[in-house]
């Protein structure tokens, strides 16, 4: 068997239409639980009615579309789809435009200082932007955006501190310093929704959601209570943050929220002092997956000591346009804006359809 993926999986079965409403099966959401083993490959397609007389030919013409790939074990599972939960984001955040989650797969590569800067990248662009946390065990955004105000309460509604134009809300403006976040899955969805339906966002362009690592309770709250724009997933170039990375996106398919891209994250150094170019953790790693998944490849960002030191001046790099750091965060909300574009004509397409 062809060395075969999730994703390949996915574009394959784009192509498998159900007759009664002559939409693919993936743009349906209808596609879930997809493994790949050894020559073998099994999924689900949750559909609304698995009495209708269309699913026989459904199932085979799945069945066919996988093993094109050279796969020769191929189950299919039909399963009635979960009554839909309606998603009230018209009601919780009406003036925004779009939502994008910014997440990644693990801790440590720098997901917290590239969605501050990249709302701040968005910002110097001319955009009104806001920026959530939704980090709840370990929110840094206030920190990086200076922490200079504090959010307020008028009529009933949480009004945002604003840091560099930016409205932004956090749950570490109302946690005591260094108190850690013991939460289950119910008081995570609440925070979420609050954040959403509570804060005073007004009209905005974009709304940066930061998102914790890896792929919990969080995650899932935000995609089932709005209907995100899309996920940028943030890695470093090495093999085991991508490995990582990857699983993240699963989530995120599964859940059927389009990948916008991906960015790399400390994709290399240049010492000040004499120039010469070190590739720490590798380099291109994450093109070369954006290329092999399907994906867009937003940009690279830098590793440099003046990041590091800005950030924790709480000074995001991406208000000095003229910074090679800068730039590359303006290039990388250059690019992340075509793929919103290009997703909006996309489902103008589908909606046409």
Not at 146 to 175: D, H, N, Q, T, W
Not at 300 to 320: C, K, N, Q
Request: aromatic share 4%.
């Amino acid at each position: 068997m062809a060395n075969v993926h999730p994703q390949d999986v996915l574009r394959a079965l784009g192509s498998v239409r159900d007759p009664s409403q002559g939409r693919d099966v993936v743009s349906l959401g209808w596609v879930r639980d997809v493994e790949v083993g050894h020559d073998r490959v099994s999924l689900t397609l949750a559909v609304p009615n698995p009495a209708s007389p269309t699913i026989e030919q459904l199932s085979r013409s799945t069945r066919e579309a996988v093993a094109a790939l050279g796969v020769h074990d191929v189950q299919v599972k039909i399963a009635a789809q979960p009554a839909a939960q309606p998603r009230a984001a018209a009601s919780l955040i009406p003036g925004v435009k779009h939502t994008i989650a910014v997440a990644s797969g693990k801790g440590g590569v720098g997901k917290s200082t590239v969605a501050a800067n990249l709302a701040v990248a968005l910002r110097e662009a001319g955009r009104q932007v806001g920026l959530m946390d939704t980090d709840v065990y370990g929110p840094s955004v206030p920190m990086l955006m200076g922490g200079r105000a504090e959010p307020r309460v008028v009529e009933g509604k949480i009004e945002p501190p604003v840091e560099y134009g930016i409205k932004i809300i956090s749950m570490a403006y109302f946690l005591p310093k260094n108190e850690a976040v013991i939460w289950r899955g119910p008081m995570l969805h609440k925070t979420i929704s609050q954040f959403l339906g509570d804060v005073r966002w007004g009209e905005l362009d974009y709304l940066v959601m930061d998102l914790p690592p890896g792929t919990g309770d969080i995650q899932l709250s935000l995609a089932q209570t709005i209907p995100l724009t899309g996920a940028v997933i943030v890695s470093t170039p090495q093999d085991l943050a991508l490995t990582v990375a990857s699983k993240a996106i699963a989530m995120f398919q599964k859940l059927n929220v389009p990948i916008l891209g991906i960015i790399e994250n400390m994709s290399h150094y240049v010492c000040p002092q004499c120039g010469h170019r070190d590739d720490i953790f590798g380099h291109g790693g994450a093109r070369e997956a954006s290329a092999r998944m399907g994906f867009a490849f937003l940009g690279e960002i830098p590793l440099e000591t003046s990041i590091r030191v800005r950030s924790d001046r709480g000074e995001p790099v991406a208000l000095d346009r003229t910074s090679p750091h800068g730039q590359a965060f303006q290039a990388v909300a250059a690019a992340l804006e075509q793929q919103v574009q290009a997703a909006g004509s996309r489902a103008a397409e589908v909606s046409i359809e």
